[in-house]
């Protein structure tokens, strides 16, 4: 069964780091998001991402946070200046289409900021 | 935004019990969908609810959406020990993003 992949599983990274985080979405997919997780919280959207442009953000979504699609399976998200707050479980998830469907997540990676 | 609120926060269920976990909205919902994470996993869709008052079945979990659009329930009968996890019920807001309710987490005890 297709499934989103993600790389790291688990960062570890001094507060001021940039970050990348890695994520391959499902060949066929076409949108394609971010979420993340604080320990024990719920899922909260960051941003999504359609024909190579942000379609849409949270206002967690700040300037240290940018999104790639450096080819034509990555999807990235950067994190310039990480603080301890961005300490969290990120998920990428995709879709066939508009979020009237289901989301398919990857199995996240853990970020931890020190 | 437009929050969901979900109840209650925790379950605590013998095995056998039945389980079920409420989302309400103080605004119409165009949909609803419901995700499960086992813990330590990630969310995986379990159903997308559409129709005022519809009623969903899988195997033993019944989902529901309110009349009036505004409400959604999941409920598990029997529960068994692999029905751990936490239970996340999701409105679609714009066009493209999933709000998440804070989730019932549900324990047993077998």
């Known amino acids: 069964e297709p499934e989103v992949t993600q790389t790291p599983s688990h960062q570890v990274t001094q507060m001021g780091q940039e970050v990348i985080l890695r994520c391959v979405p499902i060949?066929?997919?076409?949108?394609f998001y971010w979420y993340r997780q604080i320990l024990g919280q719920k899922v909260e959207f960051l941003v999504s991402?359609?024909?190579?442009?942000?379609?849409?953000k949270s206002e967690i979504f700040d300037d240290q946070f940018s999104v790639e699609r450096p080819d034509g399976s990555n999807f990235t998200l950067k994190i310039r200046s990480t603080k301890l707050e961005d300490s969290a479980m990120y998920f990428c998830?995709?879709?066939?289409?508009?979020?009237?469907?289901?989301?398919?997540f990857g199995q996240g990676t853990r970020l931890t900021v020190v | 935004g437009q929050q969901v609120m979900q109840i209650p926060q925790y379950q605590h269920v013998q095995e056998g019990e039945d389980f079920t976990t409420y989302c309400n909205s103080s605004?119409?919902?165009?949909?609803i969908q419901w995700y499960k994470q086992r813990p330590g996993g990630h969310p995986v869709f379990l159903i997308q609810l559409v129709k005022s008052g519809e009623v969903k079945k899988q195997k033993r979990l019944t989902f529901q959406f309110g009349e009036a659009k505004k409400n959604s329930s999941l409920h598990i009968t029997a529960t068994q020990t692999t029905d751990v996890g936490t239970y996340f019920c999701a409105r679609i807001q714009g066009a493209q993003k999933l709000v998440f309710g804070q989730g019932t987490r549900l324990t047993i005890n077998p």
């Open positions: 605004t119409t919902l165009s949909n």
């Open positions: 060949s066929n997919h076409l949108y």
């Open positions: 998830a995709s879709s066939t289409d508009r979020v009237n469907t289901e989301a398919f």
């Open positions: 991402f359609y024909n190579n442009e942000i379609s849409e």
